[in-house]
């Protein structure tokens, strides 16, 4: 069975996932990427680009600032809204979100049932700008990209001849100072967010609404995760976010929560807009040609955080078989495309013609990276390109020297096939493809 324990050790001993300032004890909810994690982030991070800004020809991207001005949060509701209930043990005096206490509400650490009145509990981090630290100096670290899109609306409208319906998408850090953290990448304090705003008619809420659901659900179908493991929830009015008049989440079958949120997809409806448009006193509105009137348009914006989906992928992928632990990754996610190994690595003639295959993958194809490996024996590179699931591995043996021919192993079916090296290169465009 696939438990998050497993995910959490592999994600280690393979370099994918640190514990934050871990050599100081730790830092609750923050994790950092090591080499191969900062790989399948930036895969998971260029997929979704490509679906999103590259492939459509009515979304652009954006890259706003982690600080801006305290007005931002001030107009946005968050200062007002963005908290979570917080109370108390009163036992062991440990502080819990009392949203998400368990069903008994029996205290996760001591057991006992005895708690404080709920208080709403800010999740922002709160900074100053410069070197004053008064009421005038201070601001957020932002808790969602959302907001940079809104206050660059009109920079966008004004510059890039878009039309409605369009789209700005972001991927940025998100910061939010849970009360309660947990479950690995699932919820954390720092995080990285691929938002995407995508202004409408609000006359075609409803329709753009589902049109995203299909897509973001095709996303992660199409990158691998089992259908079966993916289902939409309907908020309740009561646990919408302040600016939503309709939530969705895309939920995953979490093995540590059973269903749970992935990704979420929101009517903001004008909201945004229209307070910042009041508060700033700027014109944010859009002009309907059509209509030949100025209008201020709807929001649709489904919004994921990069670690929770890494976190699907990777438990998704992993697979425990009778003598190896495999991540099936998608080729597209998977953080070394190609491994080569010299058969023997004290052979000069193997090495160096592995070598020779190597510097062509490298500099040749647009598969990389593509890992060296020439310690210990075949069968335990095998193992470890497994466990990080490297799609294809290469092998350079004796009759390489012969023949020109390698082996290409199969991650996923482990079955070898010999191809000549001039046709290598054609094989793997066609198996990546
Ligand atoms: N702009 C919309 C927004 O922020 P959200 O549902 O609060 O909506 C969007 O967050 C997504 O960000 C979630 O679906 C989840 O994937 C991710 N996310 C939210 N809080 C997180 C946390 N504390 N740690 C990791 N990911 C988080």
């Excluded at 878009?162 to 995080?191: C, D, H, M, S, Y």
Aim: glycine share 6%.
């Amino acid at each position: 069975m696939t438990t998050l324990e497993k995910i959490v050790s592999l994600t280690k001993r393979r370099g994918f996932v640190f514990p934050g300032s871990e050599i100081y004890g730790g830092i609750g909810g923050i994790y950092d990427l090591g080499p191969l994690g900062v790989e399948l982030a930036g895969n998971i991070k260029t997929a979704w680009w490509e679906n999103i800004v590259r492939k459509r020809d009515n979304i652009v991207g954006l890259d706003s600032s982690i600080l801006m001005n305290q007005k931002v949060w001030q107009t946005s509701g968050h200062v007002e809204s963005f908290a979570d209930p917080l109370t108390e043990c009163k036992n062991c005096h440990l502080r819990f979100r009392e949203d998400i206490l368990p069903k008994d509400k029996k205290c996760p650490n001591c057991g006992k049932n005895n708690w404080t009145k709920p208080q709403m509990f800010n999740l922002m981090f709160k900074t100053h700008i410069g070197p004053v630290e008064d009421k005038a100096s201070e601001t957020y670290l932002r808790p969602e990209t959302a907001q940079g899109i809104f206050v660059n609306f009109r920079n966008v409208v004004d510059t890039m001849r878009v039309k409605l319906p369009f789209g700005i998408a972001q991927i940025g850090k998100g910061f939010r100072n849970e009360i309660t953290t947990g479950n690995f990448l699932f919820r954390v304090r720092e995080f990285e967010m691929m938002e995407l705003e995508y202004f409408i008619f609000k006359d075609q809420s409803e329709k753009d609404f589902d049109y995203w659901q299909k897509e973001r659900m095709n996303w992660f179908i199409s990158l691998g995760i089992k259908k079966q493991n993916l289902r939409f929830r309907e908020h309740k009015e009561t646990e919408r976010a302040h600016y939503a008049t309709r939530s969705v989440d895309i939920e995953y079958n979490w093995p540590f929560m059973e269903w749970g949120e992935l990704e979420g997809i929101a009517n903001r409806t004008d909201f945004d807009l229209t307070a910042h448009a009041k508060a700033s006193g700027q014109d944010l509105s859009y002009f309907d040609e059509e209509k030949g009137k100025k209008m201020v348009p709807y929001v649709i914006e489904p919004s994921v955080g990069v670690g929770r989906a890494m976190t699907a992928f990777l438990i998704d992928a992993y697979h425990e078989e009778k003598d190896r632990i495999v991540l099936k990754l998608h080729p597209k996610l998977a953080p070394v495309k190609i491994a080569v190994f010299p058969l023997l690595a004290n052979k000069p003639d193997l090495v160096k013609k592995a070598r020779s295959i190597y510097q062509l993958l490298t500099t040749n194809y647009q598969l990389l990276p593509v890992a060296w490996d020439d310690r210990g024996n075949i069968g335990k590179r095998y193992y470890a390109q497994d466990e990080i699931g490297t799609p294809f591995c290469i092998t350079i043996d004796f009759q390489t020297l012969e023949d020109d021919t390698v082996t290409i192993r199969d991650r996923d079916t482990t079955k070898q096939e010999r191809v000549k090296i001039d046709k290598l290169a054609k094989t793997l465009e066609e198996k990546f493809s």
